[in-house]
């Protein structure tokens, strides 16, 4: 089962945040590069994979990696949004090896396909049935094929989520995350072989609270919330609360944490 705090988000709504947030992704994009570099240390120097999956791909940071990592494999990007694909398609169009798809890659997942490598970076908090989801990547890997994830935990933006409740009074529900616990117990009972586990923290800097928002809006992640979310007083008071605890410098620079579980799973 989900979290039963999680709220499932709106695939309509993904989908259109996504692709509104296309052509600027990339400037807001720095915590996803320190991440998709941080999973891609995971694999391992003899690894080798003839196809591979990727799910979410976003304006292809993630891709890029890939692609250079496996030289001779066949890459799959997907993504809800067209837009999204459509820019990593300008960016990374190399004819033969690289392919692409606009779907809901938890349709996707069950149409029966083959891959020996799936991977996503920082997409799967979005689907609504997790545990089957996590069967389908199972059930879709060649026997000895493995998946390389980094998946948002509960703990991610702490520090916005605390000052929302502590000083605005309000609960950004988009970030009531699952636990890497609950993540990692689908894997097992999904029957997946866990090579590797950990859960670490990506800690950012901002100039101002404000910032963090932004960012957030710039990738195209703040869904579920109305523009309305904050009135005025109640943006106030989450700027005070945030600075005054989570101020990083005497210039005013403000920390942000990415809260992520990184995992490795082969079929065997």
């Not at 995971?42 to 990727?54: C, K, T, Y």
């Not at 250079?68 to 990007?77: I, Q």
């Not at 935990?153 to 929302?164: A, Q």
């Not at 890497?180 to 029957?191: A, H, L, N, Q, V």
Request: net charge neutral; aromatic share 8%.
């Amino acid at each position: 089962m989900n979290s039963v705090n999680t709220v499932l988000p709106d695939k309509a709504a993904v989908e259109y945040s996504f692709s509104e947030a296309a052509i600027l992704y990339d400037r807001y994009a720095d915590h996803h590069r320190i991440i998709a570099e941080r999973l891609m240390d995971f694999v391992r120097s003899d690894a080798v994979a003839g196809s591979i999956l990727e799910i979410g791909c976003g304006t292809g940071i993630l891709t890029e990696k890939l692609l250079d990592r496996f030289p001779d494999s066949n890459v799959t990007a997907l993504d809800i949004s067209r837009d999204m694909v459509d820019r990593c398609r300008s960016k990374l169009n190399l004819s033969g090896r690289l392919f692409f798809l606009v779907a809901d890659a938890e349709e996707y997942c069950r149409r029966g396909n083959r891959y020996d490598l799936v991977v996503s970076s920082c997409s799967l908090q979005w689907f609504h049935d997790r545990r089957r989801f996590i069967e389908s990547i199972f059930t879709m890997l060649q026997a000895g094929g493995w998946c390389l994830l980094a998946i948002p935990v509960r703990g991610m933006l702490h520090e916005l989520m605390e000052s929302c409740v502590c000083g605005a009074r309000k609960m950004m529900r988009q970030l009531d995350l699952d636990t890497g616990e609950e993540w990692i117990t689908r894997f097992k009972d999904s029957g997946m072989d866990i090579l590797s586990s950990s859960v670490e923290s990506v800690s950012c800097e901002y100039n101002h609270p404000i910032e963090v928002l932004k960012a957030i809006r710039g990738i195209g992640a703040g869904i579920g919330q109305s523009p309305a979310f904050l009135k005025p007083s109640d943006m106030k008071r989450m700027m005070e609360y945030y600075r005054r605890h989570f101020q990083v410098d005497s210039i005013g620079k403000v920390s942000s944490t990415y809260r992520i579980l990184y995992i490795i799973g082969r079929k065997v």
